[in-house]
């Protein structure tokens, strides 16, 4: 049994870290969360980082050598190179939205939610911690790939800042897409339902593998209703310099993802929606 002065040690090491976190402008919380978030799938890199690595360099593998020698050249450049920003995108959005998703309905399961919403963290602290451990995953397997095919022969680097934007964005925006899901999920069902329903096929029918001007009518103008068209566009016109629409509303349609994100996670918070029941 514990002691009165251990009782009352561990109450005043309470009260200092909930000062602490309290301070500094909430920066000692939201760091503490973040570090655990980056060392929960650090642990398991093999899973997190190199799986998907490598599943995304067969696609590159399998579609830039067998469709490259037909396909040739896509609007002025190898299609090896015009290949490589698509497939960092997808992996991209994937590895966002995934790590938040699963990560915050794991801790639903496990019950370890429980003292996050205890703990002093504002709703803000607890989606900044989030949604850039999400950030940092996804660009980090996103940059891998972006290497790897470098150093396979890839031309991709028309524009390093324009290329670091839209996979900062777009990783931003999908994070907390995917701190949403995990949020307001019951089971893995609803988990999955959004990439598996929704993410898959608007990536895949994004412009990924191909060029929307070989579409023919009307399922190019068709094509130009996908937002994903726009992020996977301005990710290719910043490595390869070439894109099948304008660049800057691929930086519109991120920022107004990024701030309904924003909004629609600090409601879910706010209200306990998914997390008091």
């Known amino acids: 049994m514990r002691t009165r002065?251990?009782?009352?040690?561990?109450?005043?090491?309470?009260?200092?870290?909930?000062?602490?976190?309290?301070?500094?402008?909430?920066?000692f919380g939201t760091w503490t969360l973040f570090r655990k978030e980056m060392h929960r799938f650090l642990s398991i890199a093999g899973q997190t980082v190199l799986s998907?690595?490598?599943?995304?360099?067969?696609?590159?593998l399998v579609f830039g050598y067998s469709l490259g020698d037909r396909l040739d050249v896509i609007r002025g450049i190898p299609y090896t190179d015009f290949l490589v920003p698509g497939l960092v995108m997808m992996a991209t959005i994937t590895n966002a939205f995934?790590?938040?998703?699963?990560?915050?309905?794991?801790?639903?399961?496990?019950?370890?939610?429980?003292?996050?919403?205890?703990?002093?963290?504002?709703?803000?602290?607890?989606?900044?911690?989030?949604?850039?451990?999400?950030?940092?995953?996804?660009?980090?397997?996103?940059g891998v790939i972006w290497a790897v095919a470098?150093?396979?022969?890839?031309?991709?680097?028309?524009?390093?800042?324009?290329?670091?934007?839209?996979?900062?964005?777009?990783?931003?925006?999908?994070?907390?897409?995917?701190?949403?899901?995990?949020?307001?999920?019951?089971?893995?069902?609803?988990?999955?339902?959004i990439p598996a329903f929704l993410l898959i096929p608007l990536t895949f029918?994004?412009?990924?593998?191909?060029?929307?001007?070989?579409?023919?009518?009307?399922?190019?103008?068709?094509?130009?209703?996908?937002?994903?068209?726009?992020?996977?566009?301005?990710?290719?016109?910043g490595m390869t310099g070439v894109s099948d629409v304008p660049v800057l509303p691929g930086l519109l349609i991120v920022a107004l993802t990024v701030l309904l994100g924003l909004l629609l996670v600090s409601w879910i918070l706010r209200t306990g929606r998914g997390t008091k029941s």
């Open 5 to 27: 002065e251990q009782e009352q040690s561990a109450r005043e090491h309470f009260a200092q870290v909930r000062e602490r976190a309290r301070g500094e402008g909430g920066l």
């Open 52 to 60: 998907p690595v490598l599943t995304t360099m067969l696609w590159y």
């Open 98 to 142: 995934l790590n938040c998703g699963f990560s915050f309905f794991i801790g639903k399961v496990h019950g370890t939610v429980v003292d996050l919403l205890v703990s002093p963290l504002k709703p803000y602290q607890i989606t900044l911690a989030y949604t850039m451990a999400g950030v940092v995953r996804a660009m980090m397997v996103g």
């Open 150 to 193: 470098a150093f396979m022969g890839a031309g991709t680097m028309h524009n390093v800042g324009i290329t670091l934007l839209f996979l900062f964005g777009t990783s931003f925006a999908f994070a907390l897409l995917g701190l949403a899901t995990g949020i307001i999920a019951q089971d893995f069902d609803h988990v999955n339902f």
């Open 205 to 237: 029918l994004g412009g990924v593998f191909y060029s929307i001007h070989l579409l023919p009518p009307p399922w190019d103008l068709v094509s130009l209703g996908n937002p994903i068209v726009y992020m996977v566009n301005g990710l290719r016109y």
